[in-house]
C-alpha cells in the first residue's frame, strides 16, 4: 500500500459520507427531519479530532429522498443547521456540506460519479484531491472517493460484510472515532 496514514498533513481535506458516518443511518429509509437524526456519539468525539488534523472538512451524502418527495430542501437544511451547530458545539467543525437530491443514479453529482467532489474544489480551490481522504460506510463512497482521485477510508458501521482488503478501500475502520485515534 503507498499510501500511509502518517502522510496526511495539516493541508489535507477531509470528505465525510453523512448518514452511517457521522449518524446513525436508518436501514433502508431516509432521515427526514432533525427528530429523526442521531449521532453516532463515537463521531462527536472523533470530530474535534480531525478538526485540528485537516484544513478543510466537507460533507457529501446523496440524498436521494429529497426526489422522491419524502422530504423536502428546507427540512434537509435544518438538519445539516442542526448537526453543524452541535458538532461546533463540542469543538468540531464542517465546513460544507454538499448533497444530490437527483433520482438518476448517473447523475454527474450522485455518489460515486465525482461531481460533489469539484463543487467542493470550486468553493475550495486548494484542494488538491491527492491530499484528500472520502470516508464513507458504503462502496459507492469508496468508488466516489477513487472516482475523483482520493484516498479512502471505509468505515464498517452499517456493511461489515464489506470484502477488505478490497482495490477501492485504502483502509477500513469500525467507525469515525477509531480512525480518529489513528491519526
Not at 16 to 32: A, P
Not at 54 to 83: D, P, R, S, W, Y
Not at 137 to 143: A, G, I
Request: with cysteine; hydrophobic share 40%.
Amino acid at each position: 500500500m503507498s499510501f500511509q496514514l502518517s502522510d496526511i498533513k495539516p493541508n489535507w481535506t477531509l470528505f465525510l459520507d453523512r448518514d452511517g458516518v457521522i449518524n446513525v443511518e436508518k436501514n433502508e429509509d431516509y432521515i427526514r427531519n432533525w427528530d429523526e437524526f442521531a449521532f453516532y456519539k463515537e463521531s462527536l468525539i472523533a470530530l474535534p479530532i480531525l478538526a485540528t488534523k485537516f484544513k478543510t472538512i466537507v460533507v457529501t451524502t446523496n440524498q436521494k429522498g429529497i426526489g422522491k418527495g419524502f422530504m423536502t430542501h428546507e427540512a434537509l437544511t435544518q438538519i445539516h443547521t442542526n448537526m453543524i451547530r452541535a458538532i461546533n458545539d463540542v469543538g468540531g467543525r464542517i465546513d460544507q456540506i454538499y448533497y444530490c437530491a437527483d433520482l438518476d443514479n448517473l447523475s454527474p453529482n450522485r455518489k460515486p460519479q465525482p461531481g460533489m467532489a469539484l463543487q467542493a474544489k470550486a468553493t475550495f480551490p486548494h484542494i488538491n484531491f491527492q491530499e484528500s481522504i472520502m470516508v464513507g460506510n458504503r462502496t459507492s463512497d469508496m468508488h466516489f472517493g477513487r472516482n475523483a482521485g482520493m484516498h479512502t477510508i471505509f468505515l464498517a458501521t452499517t456493511h461489515p460484510e464489506t470484502a477488505f482488503p478490497d482495490e477501492n478501500i485504502d483502509y477500513r475502520f469500525d467507525n469515525l472515532l477509531s480512525f480518529a485515534q489513528v491519526l
